[in-house]
Structures are given as C-alpha cells and as structure tokens.
C-alpha cells in the first residue's frame, strides 16, 4: 500500500480491544509521520482549546470493501452514496460496520459529547435511534466550550471521566458535578472505562442518567442509552415537579387552614357550629369571612362576612378584615364605631376602589337573651325559637356595604332573642344558587327558611343541620355552587339560666373573697 485512500475512504486500527476510526482528509505519501483528521462522517474528539488536534500516527491496517449501492452526493446509506468499508484490524479482530446507518426523517435529537483527549483517539458516530431519528452530534473539548455548546436543543450530555485526566478518586468526579450544575435540565451520560464499576456507580449515584463502558462502546448501544436517558430525565423531572406540586399545596393547605378562625368561646353556655365552602377549586378560604369571641364581660361577639368575589386576593382581604375586626372588638368597639373603623382598614387595603364588602355583626348579651344587630349591605340573620317556625331577623335599618360611601352609618338594633334560640348567619352563597336546577330561579332567603324549617323538623341541629342544609342548597342548585358560602350558627338551650345563675353567685362570692 503505498498511500492513503481518498477522503470517501477511512483507516481504522485497533488499541487494544477498541476500534479507532480516522477519516482522512487528502492522500499522503505513507511515509508521512502523521495525518491531522478532519472528520466527515464521524466526529473525532480531542485537543485542548485554543489548540488543533494531535497528530495520530497511521499504523499498517488491512482494509476490506463491502459492496455497495449506486453512489450520489449525499447521507451514507442512502441511494447514490456508496456504503463505507468494513473494517477490521489486527489478526483475528472482528469486524464491524463503520458506515451510519440510514437517516429516517423525524424529530432529531441532540448529543453534546464532552471529552478532554488530546491524543484525538475517541471517535463518535453519525447515529440514528430506534426511532429513526437522527442523532445530532456536538463536541466540546473542555467544559468552557460545553458551556457554550449547551443550548436549548441540547437533549443529552455525555461526560467522559477518562482515568488519563484524573488524578483522585475525588477529582474524577468533578466534571460531572460541573455538568450536572450547568445542565439541571438535560439528561447526562458518563462514560467510564470498562473495568472501573465503582467509578460507574458513583457517577450514577451522583445524578448522572446512565453510564457506558468506554471500550464497549458502539453505534445501536450510544443511541439507545440517548433515547433511555431523556425519556429518564424526563420522567424524573415530571416526578419531581408534581412532589413540588404537592409539597406546595400541603403548604397552602396548612396557611389556609391557619388563616380559618378559631372562636373564643370560653366561658360561654352557647354552642357554635360552622360551615365553609370556598367557591375555588381545591381552596380552603375564601372571600366570605366570619369570627366569634366572648369579651370579658360576657358578651358574645359573632360576625360574618363577604368579600366581593371569590379570588386568592379576596380571601387575603376577608382574612385582614376578620383580624381586624376581632383586635377591635377586643379593644372594646362595638356597632357604628366598629364598622366605621373597619371601612377604613377596607379602603386601605382594597386594590381598587371597586372592592366593597358586605357584613352583617351581632353582639349578645350576657344573659344570652337580648342582643345588637349591625348590618352592612348583609342578609338578615335567621332565628329558630323553641316551639316557633324559623325567621328572619328586622333587616329595614341596615346600612350600605363597607367602601360603598365614605362617611356612611351602621345604626345598631337591639332585638330580643328569648330563653332558648338558634340563630343563623351566613353569606350570600346560600340563597344565591337556583331553586331547582339550572335556569331555574334563585333560592333566596325565603326558600332558605324553607328549607331550614324543614331541616328543623327533621331534628336536625348545630353541625348536622349546616351540613343538611349546606347539601341540599348543592342539590337544589343542581350541580356545585360557584359563589363561596359561609354559614355560621350560634344556639342557646333554655337550661341555661339555671346554669348561668349559680356561676355567676359563684363569680360573686370569689370577688368578694379578693
């Protein structure tokens, strides 16, 4: 053989058990000392940046032609271009297919190959997957390069942590940790000599997708574990997006739940029970609000309300409200005052100066027999005496929805409750869904005591009867309620008074002691 084929052909030689293929760029005389490779249909790897490749010196090789098909200017494989030569080299080496195989029209994917060799022995095919798809190759001799390498349509990395360039076990590792902090995203293959499993095992370990021995490695298997490692990757983050869902709505879950309020009763002979049903989708809280606390006076304080519309901000609003209504109520405030007051805190705290909201605030007395009503823009509170038919509470004297007027006035009415009652707060989300069905009209609140006298009949009372009635409101409507609802109920039995009498000889009796 006295000179090298033309830039159709190849040499490939063996070193040890790996097949090298170097494409040739023009003929040379064979006794050239070296051949600089610039490669077609492979892409060789090595140099360090700012340098050409090294030299690879040719030894003697044995070449073999394979019979091949019409020929054309354009991909290996296909028709008019001739197929590349087996090729084997050295007694009793096997022989292997150095052409690409046929590229199939599809949806590429990209590889960039990261490997630090000057000697340029390393070689990676033009492949195809088992999708037919093309398998784009990018090279980069050191990790600045990859760096700029790494774009969007970058789908896999492969790393080669070749023992020549390392010098610890430590330092093997350190340009995957480097690729893996560059590429969060892309799926990452190391390439580790044959014989060291544990280097293996720790790039693995160490977030890499796959490995592959260095020495084993060929055209079908390189494309396979490219199109196993981005389907890995993948499913890995897909998994890792929906733990962060769920970790984010557990946190979610846990603020609601927190915002909720808890009443402060103690001390008190009435029974409470509460209801609440955000109109969002998988919410806990609302816009409609509500709150009770017992000052230290023995006054019951009760209050519910609704945020126009049933977003994250309204809800965020009827929580500051809620607050704020109960640190002034616990400040001693109470009717006009109290409402006045909390207009402010609205006006300050609303997006826009269309945000109002409604309020409906009831103050019971001691004794458990009287009480004062404040309504802003609010439905009428629901009363159930022993004995009587459900009702409505006098609604004439309200006054306008908080941040409707700048200087508007809540008049208090005092009403009479009697010795043994059940009273019924709740939002606009209750009477608002369709008496039978879509299309049908609204419940309002003269089907809402309706429907609560029937409950009442029933037996039904405290959480059995805001969930009855909660229920039924769904089923009336004729599917889910899209408007939030709160419903808050507040009962007294009439064996109270004897309870109450000997407490408070007894509250006496101690004061008088200090």
Known sequence: MTGCPTTSRRAAYAIGSSLISIPLGRRRPLGSPSVVCRPTRHRALGGREGTEPMPVPVPRQRVSTASGGPSSAGTPGTPGTPSAPDVSSGPGAPG???????????ADLVLLVIEDDPAGTFT???????????????????????????????????????PASCRTDDDRLAPLHHVLRLAPRHAVLALTPSGDAGLAADAVRAGAQDHLCREELDGPLLSRAIRYAVERKRADSAQVKLAESRLRAQENARLERGLLPTPLLQGSDLRFAARYRPGRSRALLGGDFYDTVRTPDGTVHAMIGDVCGHGPDEAALGVELRIAWRALTLAGLCGDELLSTLQQVLEHERDNEEIFATLCTVDIAPDGRRAGLCLAGHPSPLIARQG??????????????????PRARWPRRQVELGGSWSLMMYTDGLIEGRSAGPGSPRLGQDGMVEMINRQLARGLGGEELLEAAVAEVRELN????????AVLLLARERSADRVTRPDRAAGRRASRRR
């Open 388 to 405: 009587a038919a459900a009702r409505l509470l006098p609604y004439e004297d309200g006054g306008p929805a908080l941040g409707l007027l």
């Open 478 to 485: 004729g599917g889910e309620l899209t408007d939030d609802v």
């Open 124 to 162: 990676v095919p033009e492949l195809v997957d088992a999708s037919g798809n093309r398998v784009r190759i990018r090279t980069a001799r050191n990790l600045t390069e990859a760096e700029r390498l790494l774009t969007d349509d970058v789908h896999c990395v492969l790393v080669d942590l070749a």
């Open 96 to 106: 292997r297919a150095a052409h690409a195989p046929a590229v199939v029209g599809g």
